[in-house]
Every structure is written in structure tokens, then in C-alpha cells.
């Protein structure tokens, strides 16, 4: 990837970790871990690889994003507030009533959202078939759906994951946060995985990277090439990720959700406002 490319995906990624916590503090608690882990993926598909039109949201054969760990919605609607799909300023009624930007994802509420999700491990279910979909009315476009660690609990994950193996879905790429923590703590004490969980996709029929750091947008983006040249499987990405990434209150204890302090807010934004200058600074 050339160095502005690299630069600006940087950018990118550190302004939606600042409207994130914007948008959760504009509320005062929320999903602030399995947000931020997301950032980077986030900017990496809205930035650079997905052919999308924010103008034109519902245009027939854009690329698909399905977002099944839903209660990462905040992530979500700082992306698609940078890409222009709406005013920032109406995220921050997240979760108010009457908002269009309830804390999990829903197709009908907010502009840009491809599919509603929140119940674990049924986005897995839509993205699949938005893919077989696609495969069915000859489009070219991809399919995207982020799953959570602790959401490849869900028995529902691995049934679709048989089926697009099946279908040979090779316009369908899985991203797998692997923050390592879900609800309860750590994914390894509350259901462990065996030998992985990319042994498991793989075990299913697909392609899988392993992401060394899924927070790196460079690594992110190499890992997305190597998933198109793939034909007849769908690719699985396992991106090793921190939850709360870039999170002071957050990112030490890996919270689920929080609930801090206006103090906290305020030392978090001011934290992730310099983070974005030293980087925008960087060249
Ligand atoms: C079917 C279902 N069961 C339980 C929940 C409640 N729930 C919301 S998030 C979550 C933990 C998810 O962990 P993980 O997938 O690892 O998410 P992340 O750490 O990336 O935020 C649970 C159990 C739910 N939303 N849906």
C-alpha cells in the first residue's frame, strides 16, 4: 500500500475512534469495547474497499456490510457519519427515544445500515444470504459481515458458515474481532474454542488469514487482497484485535460496556483528540 493510502487509513481510523466515544458519551454508557476494536477494520472497508455510494445507500450493487455483532452500532454510525451518509450531530442521540440510531444496528432507522442484526449470530445467517443472493442475480459486489469471538458461541454462526462453504460463497469475507473477551470476560474461561476459531472456518470449507494485528490497517488491507484472488470459498479473517482500543477508561480492563464517569469521558475524547493530531501530524 503507498504511504498516503497508509496515512490517510490511519486518519481514518482514528476519527471514527473519536466520534465513537462521542457518540456513546452523548449518552453516558455503551458497547465502547467491541467498538473500538472495530475501528480499524471499519476504516479500512468504508475507506479504501468497499464500492459504496452514501449518496445513493440502497444502489443495487454496492458492496454489503452486515455488522452481526450489533451492539457494536456506535462504530458503525461514526463510519458512516465521516463517509457523509448523514450529520454526525444526529448520532449523538444514540439510543434516546425516538433516535434513528438505537444501540444495535437496524436497517430501518439508519441510512447506510445494510442489515439489522443484535441477536447474536443471526447476521452471520443475513450476510450469507445477501452473498448467495448476490451469486443468484449475477452481481460482482461483496458481502462483509463482522462477527464477535464470543458471538462464534452461537451454533447459528457455524450452520451458516456450512452453508456458504457449501454455495462456494466466494463474494462473502467474515471478520472475526478476536478481542478475546465477551459479556462475561474472557472468551477462553466462559466457552473456549478449541483449536481456534480459524481452525474451525477452516475445518468448514473456508479460506482464513490469521491477522496478527487487527488493528493495523496495513495488515488489514493486505489480508482483504488475498481474499479476492480467492475463488470458490469464502474467506474468513481472524483479526486479532485489543477491545477498547485507544479507550483510556476502556481499553485496561477490555470492559464489555461502560459506564464512566464525566471525568473519564472527558479524559477519554481529550486522549483520542490528540491521538488523531499526532497522527494526522505524521507523514
Ligand atoms: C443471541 C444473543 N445472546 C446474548 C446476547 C447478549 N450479548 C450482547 S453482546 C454479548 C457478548 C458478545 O461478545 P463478542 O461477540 O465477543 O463481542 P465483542 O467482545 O466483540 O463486543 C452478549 C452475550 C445477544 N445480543 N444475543
Redesign the pocket.
Known amino acids: 500500500m503507498n504511504k498516503q493510502k497508509l496515512h490517510d487509513l490511519r486518519v481514518f481510523a482514528a476519527e471514527i475512534r473519536l466520534e465513537t466515544l462521542k457518540i456513546i458519551g452523548s449518552r453516558g454508557f455503551g458497547?465502547v469495547?467491541?467498538?473500538m476494536?472495530?475501528a480499524d477494520a471499519m476504516a479500512v472497508l468504508y475507506g479504501d474497499v468497499m464500492n459504496i455510494d452514501p449518496k445513493n445507500p440502497r444502489w443495487e450493487d454496492r458492496d454489503w456490510f452486515v455488522l452481526s455483532?450489533?451492539?457494536?452500532g456506535p462504530v458503525m454510525y461514526a463510519t458512516l457519519g465521516l463517509k457523509g451518509y448523514y450529520p454526525m450531530e444526529s448520532a449523538y442521540t444514540l439510543n434516546q427515544p425516538g433516535t434513528d440510531f438505537p444501540s444495535?444496528t437496524d436497517r430501518r432507522k439508519t441510512v447506510g445500515v445494510d442489515l439489522t442484526t443484535?441477536?447474536?449470530?443471526?447476521g452471520m445467517s443475513e450476510a450469507v444470504g445477501a452473498a448467495l443472493g448476490s451469486k443468484v442475480k449475477g452481481r460482482t459486489n461483496h458481502v462483509f459481515v463482522a462477527?464477535?469471538?464470543?458471538?462464534?458461541?452461537?451454533g447459528e454462526v457455524w450452520e451458516a458458515a456450512q452453508f456458504a462453504a457449501h454455495y462456494k460463497l466466494d463474494n462473502l469475507v467474515c471478520l472475526v474481532?478476536n478481542?478475546k473477551?465477551?459479556?462475561?470476560g474472557a472468551?477462553a474461561d466462559v466457552m473456549s474454542h478449541g483449536k481456534g476459531i480459524g481452525a474451525k472456518f477452516d475445518a468448514f470449507g473456508w479460506h482464513v488469514i490469521d491477522v496478527q494485528d487487527g488493528n493495523d490497517v496495513e495488515q488489514i488491507s493486505d489480508a482483504i487482497a488475498e481474499a479476492y484472488t480467492v475463488k470458490g470459498q469464502p474467506t474468513c479473517l481472524i483479526l486479532n484485535?485489543v477491545?477498547g482500543k485507544g479507550a483510556t477508561f476502556a481499553e485496561p480492563s477490555g470492559a464489555?460496556s461502560s459506564q464512566p464517569t464525566k471525568e473519564q469521558w472527558d479524559e477519554a475524547i481529550a486522549a483520542s483528540e490528540a491521538q488523531l493530531a499526532a497522527i494526522r501530524a505524521e507523514q
Do not use: A, I
Open positions: 458497547h469495547g467491541g467498538s476494536s472495530m455483532k450489533g451492539h457494536g444495535h443484535g441477536s447474536l449470530g443471526q462477527v464477535g469471538d464470543g458471538e462464534c458461541d452461537e474481532d478481542n473477551r465477551q459479556l462475561d472468551v484485535t477491545k464489555h
